[in-house]
């Protein structure tokens, strides 16, 4: 399968949004013994011919939240007290979480690599979660990252082949 292009992503997202929906209810209502292992395998074989660093679109258009615990390592790393960091990068949002103050991300660098890799916060490491355990309850953030991600995108498609529902 042929990733989408960004620019084709969107318009692809959004003509799949209902089918996604209905797919994924159906999906917590009759969840299969073997999801988790279906979709690490999805995962992996969608990882290993995706090259992140020629999109980076997650870094350009969604920004993660930042636990206090990657507050703490992040500001260590970059010499800064706790406080300096989030007054100089972070606000908090309507949820209350702690968020990037603008996009794309401060730590994005022109080749698409990231200043703070080696520290980068959990939801970065973590992004697209689609690898995550008891993936049946993360199905929204898996919509949400549908229109943001290509990899995200042919995961889903190959999971609706792989257990139509």
Do not use: W
């Amino acid at each position: 399968m042929l990733k989408p292009s960004l620019n084709e992503l969107g318009k692809l997202a959004k003509d799949k949004q209902v089918e996604n929906k209905k797919y994924f209810d159906k999906l917590k209502k009759k969840t299969p013994k073997n999801l988790d292992y279906i979709m690490q395998d999805l995962h992996d074989a969608e990882f290993k011919k995706t090259d992140c660093l020629s999109c980076a679109n997650c870094c350009k258009t969604t920004g993660p939240l930042f636990t206090s615990a990657d507050i703490e390592r992040i500001s260590k790393h970059l010499r800064q007290k706790p406080q300096q960091f989030i007054d100089q990068y972070l606000r908090i949002d309507e949820d209350n979480d702690c968020v990037l103050q603008k996009l794309p991300c401060t730590f994005l660098d022109t080749d698409n690599t990231c200043f703070i890799y080696d520290v980068r916060p959990k939801a970065c490491r973590e992004f697209p979660h689609t690898d995550r355990k008891k993936f049946q309850q993360i199905t929204d953030i898996t919509l949400k990252n549908i229109p943001v991600c290509p990899a995200v995108y042919n995961i889903v498609e190959e999971m609706k082949r792989k257990l139509p529902l």
